[in-house]
C-alpha cells in the first residue's frame, strides 16, 4: 500500500510516502494510524492526535473508520487550508 | 467552459481573466485571494496534493456549472513560495446574469476552501508555522448544502 503524508504530517515523519505492507488485523484508517505509531519516532510525533488528522483513499476524503480494503493510496494530513 | 489549474507560477490575471469572459455572458464575476503580509507574515507556501487536487477543483466547477446554469468557471490556485500581495488564488464565473455569476464565485470559494487540499504554512523571519482550519470556514461550506 502506497502511504502520502502532508504538510506537518509529512514533516515530521521525515518523509511525503512511503509503501508498507499492512497486516490483515488493518482494517480501516483509524487502524492504519494506530499502527503507523509504533514504526518510528516521527510516526509517533505525527499520528499522536488522530483527532487533528483526516485522510483520503484513492484520492477521495474518507472518515478515519473507513475501510482499508481496496485501497492502492492512503493519504493522511492536517485538515486543509486552501484558498 | 471549465479551466483549472494548479501552479507554481504567479496567476496572469488579465489572461484568466480574458479566458472567462464568454460570448454571450451577461455577467463576469471574480474572486482573488491573496497573501496577506499582516501579522508579520513574510512569505507564505503552499502545499498540495498533487492529482487530487486538480480532481477536486474540477469537480467543484462542473457542480457549480450546472447548479447555476453557468457559461464559464475558471479556477486558479497558486501553490510553493509566496510573498505578500501575491495572488494565490483566482476564480472566475461566467452567465448570461449576475446574480448567477456572483453565487457560483461565492460558492467556489468557500468550498475550495474546505473540499481542496490544499496546506498554508506562514513563515515569520526564521520561523515557520503550519496555518490551522478554521471552523468558521467549514460554516461557511456547510451553507451551501
Redesign the interface.
Do not use: N
Given at each position: 500500500m502506497q502511504l502520502l503524508y502532508f504538510a506537518w504530517v509529512r514533516e515530521r515523519i521525515g518523509v511525503g510516502a512511503e509503501d508498507v505492507a499492512v497486516p490483515e488485523a488493518v482494517v480501516n484508517v483509524a487502524d492504519l494510524i494506530c499502527w503507523l505509531s509504533g514504526r518510528s519516532e516521527g510516526h509517533a510525533a505525527a499520528l499522536a492526535e488522530p483527532a487533528k488528522l483526516r485522510a483520503a483513499i484513492d484520492q477521495v476524503f474518507v472518515s478515519l473508520d473507513a475501510p482499508l480494503a481496496g485501497a492502492k493510496e492512503v493519504a493522511i494530513f492536517p485538515p486543509v487550508t486552501g484558498g | 467552459m471549465i479551466s483549472v489549474s494548479v501552479q507554481p507560477a504567479p496567476i496572469d490575471l488579465p489572461s484568466e481573466l480574458a479566458a472567462v469572459e464568454i460570448k454571450g455572458a451577461g455577467g463576469i464575476a471574480t474572486f482573488i485571494?491573496t497573501v496577506r503580509g499582516d501579522d508579520g507574515v513574510t512569505e507564505l507556501t503552499?502545499?498540495?496534493?498533487p492529482?487530487?487536487t486538480e480532481?477536486v477543483l474540477i469537480g467543484l466547477a462542473e457542480e457549480a456549472f450546472a447548479r447555476w446554469g453557468l457559461l464559464g468557471v475558471t479556477i486558479v490556485?497558486r501553490v510553493g513560495p509566496m510573498a505578500p500581495g501575491d495572488h494565490?488564488?483566482f476564480i472566475g464565473t461566467a452567465s448570461a446574469h449576475r446574480k448567477e455569476a456572483l453565487e457560483s464565485c461565492a460558492y467556489l470559494?468557500d468550498r475550495?476552501?474546505?473540499?481542496?487540499?490544499?496546506?498554508?504554512?506562514e513563515r515569520r523571519g526564521d520561523a515557520t508555522e503550519?496555518?490551522?482550519?478554521r471552523a468558521s470556514?467549514a460554516d461557511a461550506a456547510e451553507k451551501w448544502a
Open positions: - | 485571494g503552499l502545499e498540495h496534493y492529482g487530487m480532481a490556485h494565490v488564488v470559494i475550495l476552501k474546505t473540499d481542496a487540499p490544499f496546506w498554508k504554512q503550519w496555518v490551522e482550519a470556514d
